[in-house]
């Protein structure tokens, strides 16, 4: 059973242009979540989908930050007009269902750097 | 407002030493209580986690960490340390209300002297 992937593993945009990272979850797994991780910092929750809902976006920046996970397909992140600030690691990851005794598998993560 | 400070960005320790890895919490609530561990360029792996159950919590590869409600702290142990344990490690917390949504600690950064 293959883990959760994401692509790019590594992203690199110039400021004003889009970034979408993708994250396939694990075969089985219809919770998606995903978190940015700041150099230095710990990783901080973005957004919690299900197949074609978004449950919680309280973690996602007011603008230019959207999240979708389609009845078929990838969730998909998608960063417009990025800027500098932009550049982290974003980590995807998923669950079989939300309950705390269901382990959230991450991804390998984009790092995304904003020239 | 829930956070996780891990103290030490950077622990060393010789190989067969006692790795210890600090975490303190602050809730208002119960919280839920977790170690991730991640090696280079792979995701996050679960390495135990504490829900109000036992508070001593045995994990994978010999790890162990005991939560302590008085001090709000839940600090990782290994009794023997290898040099696959080298390896960037984090405390999360999260609420039972909101559980999937996990708040990471800054992370600790082991090595391992042979």
């Known amino acids: ?115 | 407002a829930q956070s996780v400070t891990q103290l030490g960005s950077h622990v060393s320790v010789s190989e067969g030493a006692l790795v210890l890895l600090r975490c303190n919490y602050s809730s208002s609530v119960p919280p839920y209580l977790f170690w991730y561990v991640q090696y280079p360029n792979q995701g996050l792996q679960l390495l135990l986690k504490y829900t109000s159950a036992a508070t001593l919590v045995k994990g994978i590869n010999g790890f162990e960490a005991e939560f302590k409600k008085s001090e709000t702290s839940f600090h990782l142990t290994k009794p023997s340390a290898h040099m696959s344990d080298a390896a960037e490690y984090f405390c999360a917390v999260s609420r039972m209300d909101s559980s999937y949504k996990l708040i990471f600690g800054s992370g600790t950064r082991l090595l391992v002297r042979p």
């Not at chain 1, 590594?10 to 979540?33: D, F, I, N």
């Not at chain 1, 978004?54 to 417009?80: H, N, V």
């Not at chain 1, 690691?89 to 020239?115: I, K, M």
């Open chain 1, 1 to 115: 059973n293959a883990g959760v992937m994401q692509n790019p593993r590594h992203l690199v945009r110039r400021r004003g242009q889009e970034a979408r990272l993708r994250c396939s979850p694990m075969k089985g797994h219809s919770h998606v979540y995903w978190y940015r991780q700041l150099p230095e910092e710990g990783l901080k929750f973005m957004v919690y989908l299900q197949k074609e809902n978004i449950i919680d976006e309280s973690g996602m920046p007011k603008e230019r930050f959207s999240a979708e996970f389609p009845k078929e397909g990838p969730s998909i992140l998608r960063i417009q007009q990025v800027v500098r600030g932009d550049s982290a690691a974003y980590f995807c990851a998923s669950s079989p269902t939300t309950g705390v005794l269901d382990e959230q598998f991450f991804g390998p993560g984009t790092r995304l750097t904003v020239l």
